[in-house]
């Protein structure tokens, strides 16, 4: 979700306009800022908590998984080229209607997306101010307002604003990584399974949102000078990138921490052991920049795949409507207000938009393995078995995506049947 959040990860915006080609470095942190987001801050947390120091296996498979995301998104950007982004991609493979699901269910990612990041931030907020989980439902809200209320007067977070947010999240992650490496002890890595193997299936269903966004940036493969070699270089420097980040904070969160690594802001605890307390208000200041830049990312990006599933008119570039921020608003306060009576807690807030992303991936390896050839083609085969293999690990969440999809066949209009050719004679029919 930076997707991206994002993912996620929102970056429809991009490839509305037709600018001059991209640089390698240019397009390497256009990728990079597609992946990194918000999330970081909490799905660490949740991901110790769940599997304990083997969530480390999670990130290295994910990671693993990630480069055959690239490979596959990356040939879907050059073979169906689409401004509907998954919409067209898996449309191309798998029929409109399955094309409108998946739209469908991206934008309900988006839209549930919204409010987990806004607790995210909230979270490192009351890390400062002090308060319990009421307190962190009301600074949620408060947050999503103020972005829905930003959004209403025409602020969009352009891809240089996202590049700024993300280098300042990669900023405030090595500084606790590399700043806390003294903390580290051997012993908080024992024991390393305590809740069994299969719990690390849980801790990579979880993580899958830190590693949705390819499918944001897959359109920007038309817009390199020389595809075929940069192409490789930018997919290269972003996976470096972004294991890095990834990895380093995996591994200090579980060798600092310890037993205290389940907590919902591992950031801020690492950055109070590596700079002391100021850490925790500089955790706090760049979760709420980071929340109010890529809630708005997401509203933009909702505006933009609602745009493309109602057919807005060429050369318009769709925009947050009433409607839409209702919709968003309602959704968003509704789970926050949840959280805030104890009847959600984090990880089943971030379940909902992972599963639906996790579907919407599925839909797009799919299609890919139908209209692909060569090794992206093998790519997407192994990589739609394993994220096959991970929504089995959702439990509960499927029905999400699964009534989201089948509202979007219900209320789909049947695609209209080909027409025969003209007859050279006159009429389709022949009339003589």
């Given at each position: 979700?930076?997707?991206t959040?994002s993912?996620p990860?929102?970056?429809?915006r991009l490839h509305?306009?037709?600018?001059a080609p991209?640089?390698t ?5 256009l990728?990079i800022?597609?992946l990194?987001?918000?999330g970081?801050?909490?799905?660490p947390?949740?991901a110790a908590?769940?599997?304990g120091?083997a ?5 290295t498979g994910l ?6 995301f690239a490979?596959?998104f ?11 982004g998954v919409?067209?991609y ?8 399955a ?17 987990v990041?806004?607790l995210i931030?909230a979270?490192y907020?009351t890390?400062?101010t002090?308060?319990?989980q009421?307190?962190?439902a009301g600074?949620?809200?408060l ?6 209320a ?5 602020l969009?977070t352009g891809s240089t604003?996202q590049l700024l947010?993300?280098?300042l999240?990669?900023t ?5 990584v590399?700043?806390s490496?003294h903390a580290?002890?051997s ?8 809740h ?9 269903a979880?993580?899958?949102l ?12 038309t817009?390199?000078a020389?595809p ?6 930018v997919?290269?420097?972003a996976l470096?990138v972004?294991s890095?980040?990834?990895l ?11 037993r205290?690594?389940?907590?919902l802001?591992?950031?801020a605890a690492l950055?109070?052991?590596?700079v002391?307390?100021?850490?925790t208000a500089?955790?706090?200041v760049a979760?709420v920049v980071?929340?109010l830049?890529?809630t ?6 909702a505006a933009a ?12 570039a769709?925009r947050?409507t009433?409607r839409l921020f ?5 959704s ?10 104890g ?15 996790l579907?919407v991936?599925?839909g797009?390896l799919?299609?890919?393995a139908?209209v692909?050839r060569?090794?992206?083609?093998w ?13 089995c690990?959702c439990?509960?969440a ?5 009534v989201?999809a089948?509202a979007?066949?219900?209320l789909s ?7 025969p050719?003209d007859s ?7 009339q003589?």
């Amino acid at each position: 979700m930076t997707e991206t959040f994002s993912r996620p990860r929102t970056l429809p915006r991009l490839h509305q306009a037709a600018p001059a080609p991209l640089s390698t470095l240019r397009g390497a942190a256009l990728y990079i800022g597609a992946l990194l987001g918000p999330g970081l801050l909490l799905l660490p947390g949740l991901a110790a908590a769940e599997a304990g120091p083997a969530s480390v296996f999670a990130w290295t498979g994910l990671l693993l998984l990630s480069a055959l995301f690239a490979l596959v998104f990356a040939a879907l950007g050059r073979t169906v080229p689409s401004a509907s982004g998954v919409t067209g991609y898996v449309t191309a493979g798998l029929g409109e209607r399955a094309g409108r699901a998946a739209g469908w269910m991206f934008l309900a990612g988006v839209v549930a997306g919204a409010p987990v990041v806004c607790l995210i931030g909230a979270g490192y907020l009351t890390e400062v101010t002090g308060g319990g989980q009421l307190a962190r439902a009301g600074a949620a809200a408060l947050l999503l307002l103020v972005v829905l209320a930003l959004a209403a007067c025409g602020l969009r977070t352009g891809s240089t604003a996202q590049l700024l947010l993300v280098g300042l999240l990669s900023t405030v992650v090595g500084v606790a990584v590399v700043g806390s490496a003294h903390a580290a002890r051997s012993a908080n890595w024992t024991p390393f399974a305590p809740h069994g193997w299969l719990a690390v299936g849980h801790a990579a269903a979880t993580l899958m949102l830190s590693f949705v966004g390819w499918e944001a940036v897959a359109p920007l493969t038309t817009r390199f000078a020389d595809p075929a070699r940069q192409l490789t270089r930018v997919v290269l420097i972003a996976l470096a990138v972004t294991s890095v980040l990834y990895l380093g904070l995996a591994f200090a969160v579980i060798g600092v921490l310890g037993r205290g690594a389940g907590t919902l802001v591992p950031l801020a605890a690492l950055l109070r052991s590596a700079v002391g307390p100021a850490g925790t208000a500089g955790a706090a200041v760049a979760a709420v920049v980071l929340t109010l830049g890529t809630t708005n990312a997401y509203i933009n990006g909702a505006a933009a795949m609602a745009g493309a599933l109602s057919g807005p008119r060429a050369g318009l570039a769709p925009r947050p409507t009433p409607r839409l921020f209702t919709a968003i608003a309602a959704s968003g306060l509704l789970l926050i207000t949840l959280y805030g009576l104890g009847l959600a807690n984090p990880a089943t807030l971030v379940a909902v938009p992972t599963t639906l992303f996790l579907a919407v991936y599925l839909g797009c390896l799919a299609a890919a393995a139908r209209v692909l050839r060569g090794p992206a083609r093998w790519a997407a085969m192994p990589a739609g078995v394993a994220v096959l293999a991970m929504l089995c690990y959702c439990g509960w969440a499927l029905a999400v995506p699964a009534v989201v999809a089948a509202a979007a066949f219900l209320l789909s209009p049947a695609p209209a049947p080909a027409r025969p050719p003209d007859s050279p004679c006159g009429d389709a029919g022949g009339q003589r």
